[in-house]
């Protein structure tokens, strides 16, 4: 299944301001009506999935943009660790007794505790793991005690892959009661096309799309674009 998809690097280090800059002016319209303030002392900053078996290039399931949204990520979680604030990663996995749908609609999944599923040096530090099987980073999973107990209100999403487990667990997140910033070029998929689409629907009904540079300026950061929506 995944030899059908035509993967391509639409972000890499020399076009990701540009091309997340298009995609944001394209949601814009949708992004206007939901100007949530961004307070980061609120907020806990997610990262989803940054493991070895979606950025390595020797792995099928290699996300080719994936290596340019690194340095953006690493940033924000510098941010939130500079100032004391939650941020926490996720590990996904799926055991060779899962019943679930994971093994059976990808068939070759991420074994526990396989090499692939180690998460990247690069972030590995910053926060606790949550170990999860599904899509959905709350299913089954101690996130949401983790967030009420440090009195989260907000949830700034990041990782791998836009249109699944990123966009999965920010529906998760608006059902729960959560207010989502969902970053532009803090998130990666396969292909342009299902970034795309998530980002279009996520700011149709769901959460509110940011650049990176947006929620490094509520911190103080200098930033390149605009500020982070009010």
Known sequence: MIASVRKSAYFDSDSIERVSGEMLREIEPLRSRHRLPFVPERSV????DLQRYFLEE?????????KAIVPRIVRVAEAYRSRGLPIVLTRHSNSEGDNGMMPRWWRD???????????IPEVRLFGPIVEKGEYDAFYGTPL???LRERGVAQIVVCGV??????????RSAFVRGFEVFFTIDGTASYTE???????????????????????L???GHPASEEAVPR
Do not use: D, K, Q, W
């Open 217 to 219: 300026s509520a911190f």
């Open 161 to 170: 892959m836009t249109h699944l487990c990123c966009e999965t667990t920010a």
């Open 109 to 119: 999944v991420i074994r526990p505790g396989s090499p692939s599923s180690e998460i």
């Open 45 to 48: 900053l997610l990262i989803l």
């Open 193 to 215: 096309a299902f970034h795309r689409a998530a980002l279009l629907n996520l700011a149709h009904g769901f959460a509110v799309p940011v650049l990176v540079n947006e929620i």
């Open 58 to 66: 020797t792995s099928h399931a290699y996300v080719p943009s994936a």
């Open 144 to 146: 949401e005690r983790i």
